[in-house]
Nanobody, 114 residues
Framework: QVQLVESGGGLVQAGGSLRLSCAAS????????MGWFRQAPGKEREFVAS??????YYADAVKGRFTISRDNAKNTVYLQMDSLKPDDTAVYYC?????????WGQGTQVTVSS
């Protein structure tokens, strides 16, 4: 199964930016739909963004603020997060789309202060 390791989270002020990275191994990468998900305390995990080829898709809550991208040669997917809001506070995970239960990693914590 694909193994995924997220990194790049941290604490930022509202309006700030973060760039998350997801390093993947175990599968061919270029044709796989990859995505980002997040889970806030007490809430269900939700979809954030996905990409394959030149096609991207975003949840309404992050559209216009987040940008997903990937480097297939490095087996890495990124999430550039701009204009962050306190409601973006969550643990962020990457996975295939649809997600594989066996591939969830530890995630990376993003905390946005107000």
């Amino acid at each position: 199964q694909v193994q995924l390791v997220e990194s790049g989270g941290g604490l930022v002020q509202a309006g700030g930016s973060l760039r998350l990275s997801c390093a993947a191994s175990g599968r061919t990468f270029s044709s796989i739909i990859m995505g980002w998900f997040r889970q806030a305390p007490g809430k269900e995990r939700e979809f954030v963004a996905s990409c394959v080829g030149r096609t991207t898709y975003y949840a309404d809550a992050v559209k216009g603020r987040f940008t997903i991208s990937r480097d297939n040669a490095k087996n890495t997917v990124y999430l550039q997060m701009d204009s962050l809001k306190p409601d973006d506070t969550a643990v962020y995970y990457c996975n295939t789309v649809p997600p594989s239960r066996a591939s969830w990693g530890q995630g990376t914590q993003v905390t946005v202060s107000s």
